[in-house]
């Protein structure tokens, strides 16, 4: 860190003890992201404007370009309280790393499609769209919903790019399909 942490509490006196659970838990941050400028970490605990056993706790992280703040309020402990702040501060810590890196899934415009392939049993399909295939889940379909779903269907559909492929994020269906309305 460019800048020293800074750990205040203003109605809570912390132990030594605290403090360096603090400390260690700050210095974890950096593996999720190397290049923190400063932290500060702001406890508030059971006082007299406080609920009982409810405690506060707000870290204000700096990184290049941007100013990350987490805040968490916890009834409890403060250890408890710490932790739940900090394992929040990882994950915002990722997520910047990973729009930095440009390894955010960017979500197309929609497109057109049809189905080509269901595994009801297995909540999954394929559709079609410019000579390819895109996987979907049951989850990814939109009213009337996968059960209504038949090969041939036309449907609209958003695409992500997934871990074995391309995805569609959301399907609907166009208008009414001939299986539907044979039905």
């Known amino acids: 860190m460019t800048i020293p942490l800074r750990i205040v509490s203003r109605t809570t006196p912390l132990s030594t003890a605290q403090r360096s659970a603090v400390e260690g838990l700050t210095a974890g941050l950096r593996s999720f992201f190397p290049r923190i400028v400063s ?8 006082g007299a404007h406080h609920r009982q056993g409810t405690y506060n706790v ?13 805040s ?7 250890q408890e309280a710490l932790l739940e702040a900090f394992r929040a501060a990882g ?23 049809r189905v080509v392939r269901l ?6 399909g394929f559709l079609e769209s410019d000579g390819r295939e895109v996987y979907f889940h049951r989850n990814s379909v939109r009213s009337p919903g996968f059960d209504r ?18 995805q569609a994020i959301t399907l ?12």
């Not at 955010?104 to 057109?112: C, H």
């Open 39 to 46: 932290c500060a970490v702001h406890v508030d605990g059971p």
């Open 58 to 70: 707000r870290i204000n992280l700096s990184v290049p370009s941007r100013e990350i703040v987490i």
């Open 72 to 78: 968490r309020q916890k009834c409890g402990n403060l």
């Open 91 to 113: 994950r915002r810590l990722e997520d910047h790393a990973r729009r930095i890196r440009g390894h955010v899934k960017s979500r197309a415009g929609s497109q057109l499609g």
């Open 119 to 124: 595994f009801p049993d297995r909540d999954f």
């Open 149 to 166: 779903l038949r090969v041939g269907t036309p449907v609209r559909y958003a695409e992500e790019a997934g871990m074995e492929g391309p």
């Open 172 to 183: 609907s269906v166009v208008g009414p399909s001939r299986a539907a309305r044979s039905q």
